[in-house]
């Protein structure tokens, strides 16, 4: 697989290429989906920072699961249908019937990782488990996010094949950057997604001419100097804004989409506590990052309540899957701690999540001293 089996340079290298519109992209992204949320997702606007501040986590745990590279490209051009329809085939089991799954997994899964996180978040809001779907809805944000990077879904993900080795990076990192600033925009009016496959396959479809697009703007660049100038930068973004800043519109309000479309076929749940009658974000805790993080042994983690609650403290792994539930009790308003000793679970990122009916609060560790 010419995206993972790589020597420790090349992958070191590629790790850097292939991390679609950078931090700040994905958070731009991720957080401008709330321009969308129509009435009826008033409540999701409590998962905006969530959203923002976990928009990286599917970048950030490819170190960690071996199986996480392939979700965020799909190498569409290496497919002869396309070439010769336009299309391919749009189901992960027609596609492994016919091209193979050694041969689907070499030119990336991005599109049915999606669907799986769309899936997963639907499922997690029909059954009420706000925790997860938050994690969930964060991924879903990436992935799509990632359909909107032109370079992540053309075997020429990095310029290599036509003479324009190191755009990737130089485009969705260096430029974006320097220029996120200016990437301003609205939101649309959404409406329930009727078939959650094709729309996502229509997205790609859609994107995929704006390769040429990002090519030809890095061919222009490099008249007014090398890439690693300012000139080079200033033309990079000049040429290309036109279309990046309505590939950005167009991601976020597709995730609002898609965080609508499953909040709906989920049944519709509020996102208030039915007992408290208190929104899920409103806070009567204060959750500390845990310490040291990343930690090879045990990590100390602080927390404040503001009165006397009950306290559900869990760690989640990046399936979204409990590992260890650390506090379940009802304790007094003041400053409390906590220790984790993960024992034997895997090396990784985490979540740790603190629930207190009222609030839930969120933090990521990455545990290093694992099996």
Same mark, same amino acid.
Request: hydrophobic share 35%; proline share 4%; net charge neutral.
């Given at each position: ?254 995730? #609002?989409? &898609? ?10 749940? !509020? %996102? =208030? *506590?039915? $007992? ?8 009567? #805790?204060? &959750? ?10 045990? !990590? %100390? =983690? *602080?927390? $404040? ?67």
């Amino acid at each position: 697989m010419k995206k993972l089996f790589l020597s420790s340079i090349a992958l070191l290298t590629l790790s850097v290429i292939i991390i679609s519109w950078g931090g700040a992209g994905h958070s731009k992204i991720s957080q401008s989906s709330a321009l969308s949320f129509n009435l009826q997702m008033q409540d999701f606007q409590t998962w905006v920072g969530f959203l923002r501040d976990h928009a990286s986590d599917a970048d950030n745990r490819k170190g960690a699961d071996p199986t996480e590279g392939p979700k965020h490209y799909i190498d569409i051009d290496n497919y002869s249908e396309f070439l010769t329809n336009g299309r391919i085939p749009q189901t992960l089991d027609s596609a492994n019937a016919i091209h193979t799954s050694a041969f689907v997994l070499e030119n990336g899964t991005l599109p049915w990782a999606t669907i799986n996180s769309f899936d997963s978040l639907r499922n997690c809001l029909q059954r009420h488990d706000f925790v997860k779907a938050q994690i969930f809805a964060a991924d879903l944000g990436h992935y799509v996010a990632d359909g909107h990077m032109p370079l992540h879904i053309t075997k020429n993900y990095n310029g290599q094949l036509t003479g324009t080795t190191g755009i990737h990076s130089r485009f969705e990192s260096t430029m974006i950057n320097a220029y996120v600033s200016q990437i301003t925009y609205t939101g649309d009016s959404i409406v329930e997604i009727s078939d959650v496959n094709q729309y996502i396959f229509n997205y790609l479809y859609t994107n995929y001419p704006y390769v040429d697009s990002v090519l030809m703007a890095d061919t222009y660049a490099k008249t007014f100097g090398g890439t690693s100038s300012s000139a080079y930068k200033s033309a990079l973004w000049a040429k290309s804004k036109s279309f990046t800043i309505p590939l950005f519109k167009r991601a976020s309000h597709a995730l #609002a989409e &898609l965080i609508y479309t499953a909040w709906v076929q989920a049944g519709s749940p !509020s %996102l =208030i *506590n039915t $007992t408290t009658g208190f929104p899920l974000a409103l806070s009567n #805790a204060s &959750l500390e990052q845990n310490s040291p993080n990343p930690f090879t042994a045990t !990590s %100390l =983690i *602080n927390y $404040t309540l503001n009165e006397d609650c009950k306290v559900l403290m869990q760690v989640f792994d990046i399936n979204g899957i409990s590992v260890a539930t650390l506090i379940n009790d009802t304790l007094p308003e003041g400053r409390h701690s906590c220790k984790w000793t993960p024992g034997h679970v895997p090396s990784g990122l985490y979540y740790l999540v603190l629930n207190t009916g009222k609030y839930i609060q969120v933090k990521k560790m990455v545990y290093t001293g694992g099996i």
